[in-house]
């Protein structure tokens, strides 16, 4: 059973950055595509990026385009999001998830089937 931890997450001032780790423990995860989603108070679980098995393909939403960077390092069984130009907006839980496909895209919460407990960023002055 594949299990995944987020980390890095914390409480950072508009415009700072952090980057988030999505690690993984009772799988090889190059073998799954990965996305990172969020959710904040009150709202719906949201997608944020996404990135294939091979890492050759990666997909951004418009909130976060030129500001995220997703990557990931399968030799470390993990994934990155490197996150820069921090907004308030962008204060959710942030979720990564993992789903075992080749080379496919996935996008769609309902599409993973494994997910993380969650990491919690905060942008506030």
């Known amino acids: 059973q594949l299990q995944l931890v987020e980390s890095g997450g914390g409480l950072v001032q508009p415009g700072g950055s952090l980057r988030l780790s999505c690690t993984a423990s009772g799988g090889t995860l190059d073998r799954y595509a990965i996305g990172w989603f969020r959710q904040a108070p009150g709202k719906e679980r949201e997608g944020v990026s996404y990135?294939?098995?091979?890492?050759?393909?990666?997909n951004y939403v418009d909130a976060v385009k030129g500001r995220f960077t997703i990557s990931r390092d399968n030799a470390k069984n993990t994934v990155y999001l490197q996150m820069n130009s921090l907004k308030p907006e962008d204060t959710a839980n942030y979720y990564c998830a993992a789903e075992r496909v080749y080379a496919a895209l996935l996008v769609r919460p309902y599409q993973y089937n494994n997910w993380g407990q969650g990491t919690q960023v905060t942008v506030s002055s």
């Open positions: 990135i294939n098995s091979s890492g050759a393909a990666k």
